[in-house]
């Protein structure tokens, strides 16, 4: 969810040097600088905000807190904001319009009485095309626009031999050829009298980019009068990399088999959709999380026994490492703020369970995903999600924006050993909100 936000507060805080931030997926914007609080009861923020953001902060900038007052409330003005918005969109993109049966795979549950639907892509928007046979309910047609694809449609034109229409149908999206989202309302299919192009917008819904975009037939019956020429779509000229999600046991690109990385909110309570905080009771159950959205940013190699990142910008990210060295090893991490001088190495990857201390056989792959956050808030947490040899949490405080984190596989006397495989780096993906 997005929203607009201005701030109250109850109760003064007595600190300096604050500041209002907003996060929208890609990074932190200020919003409001140079805030004092302190010196009266109830305390308005006001300030420009125009935009929606997913995640708003307070930031201590500089002077001290007080144990003095209670902090009693914090009240926001919000309104509902926009989704993220897409790229833009239009029919000259590719997969727009054109002949694109190399692009998208077309497919359908409906009989035809001539031509092919694949021809509903051939680029012949005023004749060929297939027939109907009529009298068809329930049936669908299924535009692949293949593996990794990301588009996204707002608006898409039907050409047909005349007006006879198909029923209701609605638009939708999917990643999966499984679970679909409706993109748009309902609508009658047909083209116009005498033969031509019908226009479908739905433009509230150009916030989500699917891989499959789909017509489904909701009521209604096929005509087998027309010829169905040609659909063209005004799409998104960039496909988004997959997204990858934390899974029970390693990363997945279905956020269906994602799990919740927080983990419960709130010390007791009922069951709830993440374990909110109810009355006096059990701990809550945290409930089936949809993790958060991740798409894949680098992949690195090592360069003799360590592994690095490029420049991060972002204030989380997932470190999937799949290495191993051809020796006994350990692994050690450490960042840097400049990308030159590092911090003084740790052991994070301590040994295999139930051998403390002991050093990764050789030979053996280390896979372990660790997601780490605050990486712009100067200071760092991480929580493997996954790991085959026991790992541990790394925590500090670098006081600044880490830009490169760094792993090292090294012997029993601390010396770097010669590292294999590869470490791939995934930040938010845009397209969709965390939680």
């Known amino acids: 969810m997005h929203r607009r936000v201005s701030l109250e507060a109850e109760q003064h805080i007595n600190a300096r040097h604050l500041e209002i931030q907003a996060w929208d997926g890609f990074g932190w914007t200020d919003l409001l600088t140079g805030i004092t609080l302190g010196g009266a009861t109830t305390q308005a923020l006001s300030f420009s905000n125009p935009d929606a953001y997913i995640i708003y902060r307070m930031v201590q900038t500089g002077g001290v807190t007080s144990s003095s007052p209670w902090i009693q409330e914090v009240e926001f003005k919000t309104a509902q904001g926009d989704a993220v918005v897409s790229a833009a969109t239009g029919y000259s993109n590719p997969g727009g319009s054109g002949d694109r049966q190399s692009a998208i795979t077309v497919s359908t549950d409906i009989t035809l009485s001539s031509g092919t639907i694949a021809k509903l892509v051939d680029g012949f928007a005023n004749s060929g095309g297939c027939d109907f046979n009529g009298a068809q309910s329930g049936k669908h047609i299924t535009f692949d626009f293949g593996d990794g694809a990301f588009k996204v449609i707002d608006e ?8 006879s229409n198909h029923g209701t149908w609605l638009f939708q999206g999917s990643n999966d050829d499984s679970d679909y989202d409706d993109v748009g309302t309902p609508f009658t299919l047909n083209g116009p009298a005498g033969g031509g192009s019908v226009t479908y917008s739905n433009p509230a819904y150009n916030r989500q980019g699917y891989r499959y975009y789909r017509l489904l037939q909701i009521s209604g019956t096929t005509s087998g009068s027309p010829s169905n020429w040609e659909i063209e779509f005004k799409i998104a000229d960039a496909s988004t990399p997959a997204r990858y999600f934390v899974g029970e046991s390693g990363l997945v690109t279905d956020i269906a088999d994602a799990v919740d990385i927080r983990g419960p909110i709130g010390a007791d309570g009922s069951a709830g959709s993440q374990g909110l905080k109810g009355d006096k009771g059990d701990k809550g159950d945290p409930g089936a999380g949809n993790g958060a959205p991740f798409e894949l ?83 760092f947490v991480a929580q493997p999600a996954h790991f085959s040899n026991q790992a541990s949490g790394f925590s500090g405080q670098p006081g600044a924006q880490v830009k490169y984190l760094r792993f090292t596989t090294v012997n029993g006397s601390q010396t770097p050993i010669t590292m294999s495989g590869d470490m791939k780096v995934l930040t938010p993906g845009a397209s969709e909100p965390l939680p």
Not at 156 to 163: D, I, S
Not at 310 to 337: G, H, K, P, R, V
Request: a negative charge.
């Open 156 to 163: 898409f034109k039907w050409y047909a031999g005349n007006g």
């Open 297 to 379: 940013k680098e992949t690195a190699t090592p360069s003799g026994g360590t592994i690095t990142t490029a420049e991060l910008t972002q204030d989380s990210a997932i470190i999937a490492l799949n290495i191993s060295a051809a020796s006994d090893y350990f692994i050690q991490f450490s960042y840097s703020l400049d990308g030159s001088t590092f911090s003084t190495p740790a052991t994070f990857i301590i040994g295999p369970a139930g051998l403390f201390g002991a050093p990764i056989a050789g030979g053996t792959v280390c896979n372990v995903n660790a997601f780490l956050t605050g990486l712009l808030a100067g200071y």
